[in-house]
């Protein structure tokens, strides 16, 4: 289990991890990583493109982007945690989403569990929750409904840290059944709706050459979804729908492509 603070100091976002944590191993034997996005080096990404386009291996920048990429890697579990800034994620955290973006490309972390965990002041929580889980489902992977808490002022008003350690309580509860449920999630509508897109238009090399041969190497073009699921009529409908409309498309891309600006 890993977590990644976004948080510039150590505050009431480490307060609500580690809270998190003690409520965790409360239901079971889990070993909690921390790791501090402010002690890392990890450089401001440059926008060249080339993780995308050529491959991650290629990124200019030398840090410690590998290392919080094995971090991921090895978890079965991983908590992205951060407070509240100007209504997204502090630019800790946005910069290593924008360091691993290629992963939107080219997703890995199937069959591994991921919670958001956000603190703010007055506003603005529920849209940071949502933008981290989209981008964990991006990603591959499971995600569980984050934990989010609000803490305006230095004292806690009477009854307010009961109610944090209900919360916390049962987001530990749901964090730990996703975690042990083997089962992979059932693809929505939308999920399959990207993946078809996606891979018919790679099938046809009308997308990155990267991203061709990692979907080759996976055999994603001759399957229904990332991974063994079974489809419903509806969903299976809307998987040859959008095979067809990306097929389209693909031949299209692939009959004007001039190689410009294609991620
Ligand atoms: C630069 C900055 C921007 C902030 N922006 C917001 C915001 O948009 N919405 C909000 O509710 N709180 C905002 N806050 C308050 C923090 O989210 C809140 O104090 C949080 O508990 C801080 O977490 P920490 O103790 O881990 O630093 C902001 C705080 C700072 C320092």
Redesign the pocket.
Known sequence: MTAF?G??????????VEGFEKKLKQLGEIDFEYIWLKDRDLKSCRGCGICLERGEELCPLKDDRDDLFQRMRQADGVIFA???????V?ALLKNMLDRFSYLFHRPCFFHKTFMPIV???????GGVLKYLDEVARFWGFKTCPGLG????GQNLPPGEQEKIDQATEKAAARFYRLLNDPADPVPSIKDVLIFRSVRTIHSLAAGLPRDHEYYKERGWFATDYYYPTRLGWLKRLVGAWADRQALKQARKIKSETTGSNKY
């Open positions: 603070i948080s510039p100091r150590r505050g009431r976002t480490l307060k609500a951060t407070p509240v800034y100007s209504l997204q502090t603190v703010q002041g007055v506003y603005g929580m808490l609000t803490i305006s």
